[in-house]
């Protein structure tokens, strides 16, 4: 066991957080090491965002063919799963290894182990196990990008081979034909998706009154109606309460809703209640967490000076782009900079069909938080682009503070909605855009015009 030299910065956890970070660092000449137990590219990368894009475009692109004819163009499509396995694991590996290059090309060093933090003080020393033993490591600042896994929740039978999860089902060779999903937030919505546009019998069970509860009303009554219209059985203010396996090897999922039992057969169960912060620390330490996650102030601070925490260890949105942020803010104050990346505006997407984009208030937090709130929602059934490509109805949702004349929030739900956020997130990341600045000439025909739409409207109750 060899104490080696001292490293400006040791990041845990080469996710898209950690491995931001150590490219800033190490691209900015400080002596950076890297240390992923797993793969590069954490969940976002290997099990989360990039391959349920995958496999949201492959299914997308099977229910547009199947629609085609409405444009003229006739034709069957048929699925082939092993390709469409085979075109997710290809998008996957060309993104880690894209990811990888640039870690290599910063100067950053990468080692594959487990990581676990031995002592703090003027440095830290950090222990990394892996096949060829266990090795100490010291640095003069340390960040933590340990990232999430499933919260799996108490039900008996939730051990059983017939229940999954999200990780395992996005590495899957072969798809189910039905699939009760336990939880409607963004996994399960995106994964109901996935499975109605290729004809698949999916069930959604929801604890709470509607499925995207941390949505805008409109969205999650929105979503649930176009997933009920492609075949989907969406069961809310329900309780699982057993999952059992028949004898023919099908999934048996009891659950109750209003006091009532019912029950649903599947091939598959999949758990997407949450995912819970992987959090190994020595007490000893004193890091503060809060319910379950790290507690930190400013750019990744935590209670001890020099190890930051960034990503979905921390507090608020699990989100890729925001670990990102973080990391790169938090070697900017390394480094002292100023921030990097203005991360207090992040937009929230959900990659259902239609897509989803939210940033900023929604109207009912802006009225809770006391403001003199104004908003106003254009349809984008009058929406030409939205009209020729024969688009599910959606809108265009502004939420504006009437006194300062200032956009504080937008839900969106339409076509290239996770596209068209990124111009409102940019004018409520720089406050002195006013409503009338938005006001721009919108190129027709666009989806992007439905905004236009919008900001009239809102002009109109200003
Ligand atoms: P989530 O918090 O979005 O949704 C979990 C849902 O499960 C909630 O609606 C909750 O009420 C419900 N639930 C909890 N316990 C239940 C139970 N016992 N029975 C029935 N329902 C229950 O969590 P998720 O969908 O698992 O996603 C995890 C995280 O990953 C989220 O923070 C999400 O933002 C992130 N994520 C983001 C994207 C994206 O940006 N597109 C995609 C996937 C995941």
């Known amino acids: 066991?060899?104490?080696?030299?001292?490293?400006?910065?040791?990041?845990?956890?080469?996710?898209?957080?950690?491995?931001?970070?150590?490219?800033?660092?190490?691209?900015?000449?400080?002596?950076?090491?890297?240390?992923?137990?797993?793969?590069?590219?954490?969940?976002?990368?290997?099990?989360?965002?990039?391959?349920?894009?995958?496999?949201?475009?492959?299914?997308?692109?099977?229910?547009?063919?199947?629609?085609?004819?409405?444009?003229?163009?006739?034709?069957?499509?048929?699925?082939?799963?092993?390709?469409?396995?085979?075109?997710?694991?290809?998008?996957?590996?060309?993104?880690?290894?894209?990811?990888?290059?640039?870690?290599?090309?910063?100067?950053?060093?990468?080692?594959?182990?487990?990581?676990?933090?031995?002592?703090?003080?003027?440095?830290?020393?950090v222990s990394v196990t892996n096949s060829e033993g266990l090795s100490e490591y010291r640095a003069k600042n340390l960040i933590l990008a340990t990232g999430s896994e499933t919260i799996i929740p108490d039900i008996p039978g939730v051990e059983l081979d017939v229940v999954t999860d999200s990780d395992r089902l996005l590495k899957a060779a072969k798809l189910p034909e039905s699939l009760v999903i336990i939880g409607g937030g963004v996994i399960g919505t995106e994964f109901a998706s996935f499975f109605t546009d290729l004809g698949r019998k999916v069930t959604i069970?929801?604890?709470?009154?509607?499925?995207?509860?941390?949505?805008?009303?409109?969205?999650?009554?929105?979503?649930?109606?176009?997933?009920?219209?492609?075949?989907?059985?969406?069961?809310?203010?329900?309780?699982?309460?057993?999952?059992?396996?028949?004898?023919?090897?099908?999934?048996?999922?009891?659950?109750?809703?209003?006091?009532?039992?019912?029950?649903?057969?599947?091939?598959?169960?999949?758990?997407?209640?949450?995912?819970?912060?992987?959090?190994?620390?020595?007490?000893?330490?004193?890091?503060?967490?809060?319910?379950?996650?790290?507690?930190?102030?400013?750019?990744?601070?935590?209670?001890?000076?020099?190890?930051?925490?960034?990503?979905?260890?921390?507090?608020?949105?699990?989100?890729?782009?925001?670990?990102?942020?973080?990391?790169?803010?938090?070697?900017?104050?390394?480094?002292d900079e100023d921030s990097y990346v203005c991360d207090e505006i992040i937009p929230a997407c959900v990659y259902t069909s239609p897509e989803i984009a939210c940033v900023g208030m929604t109207e009912s937090e802006a009225e809770a938080a006391g403001i003199d709130v104004v908003s106003a929602r254009a349809l984008t059934s009058a929406n030409a682009k939205s009209v020729l490509t024969g688009e599910e109805r959606g809108f265009v949702k502004l939420v504006a503070d009437r006194s300062k004349g200032i956009l504080i929030g937008a839900q969106l739900m339409c076509a290239n909605a996770t596209d068209m956020i990124g111009e409102l997130a940019l004018s409520m990341s720089n406050a002195i855009v006013t409503i009338d600045d938005l006001n721009i000439v919108r190129a027709h025909p666009t989806y992007e015009e439905a905004i236009g739409d919008a900001l009239k409207l809102l002009k109109q109750k200003m």
């Open 205 to 335: 069970i929801e604890g709470l009154p509607r499925i995207l509860s941390g949505f805008d009303k409109e969205i999650s009554r929105n979503a649930q109606m176009i997933l009920k219209k492609r075949g989907a059985d969406i069961h809310t203010g329900s309780r699982v309460t057993a999952i059992s396996k028949a004898e023919d090897g099908s999934a048996v999922v009891v659950f109750e809703t209003d006091g009532s039992e019912n029950s649903v057969t599947a091939e598959a169960v999949m758990i997407a209640v949450g995912r819970k912060a992987v959090i190994e620390l020595p007490d000893e330490l004193g890091i503060k967490l809060k319910d379950g996650r790290i507690d930190t102030i400013g750019p990744g601070r935590t209670s001890v000076k020099n190890i930051f925490a960034i990503g979905d260890i921390t507090s608020g949105q699990q989100l890729a782009h925001k670990a990102s942020a973080q990391g790169e803010n938090v070697v900017a104050g390394i480094l």
């Open 1 to 125: 066991m060899a104490v080696n030299d001292i490293y400006d910065l040791i990041v845990i956890g080469a996710g898209p957080g950690g491995s931001a970070a150590a490219i800033k660092a190490a691209k900015a000449g400080l002596k950076t090491l890297i240390v992923e137990k797993d793969s590069i590219g954490g969940t976002c990368l290997n099990c989360g965002c990039i391959p349920t894009k995958a496999l949201l475009h492959s299914s997308g692109i099977y229910r547009q063919a199947a629609g085609a004819s409405a444009f003229g163009i006739n034709c069957k499509p048929e699925i082939d799963e092993s390709a469409i396995a085979e075109y997710r694991d290809k998008t996957v590996n060309s993104l880690v290894d894209g990811l990888r290059a640039s870690l290599k090309a910063s100067g950053a060093e990468v080692i594959f182990g487990t990581a676990s933090i031995v002592s703090a003080g003027d440095t830290v020393t």
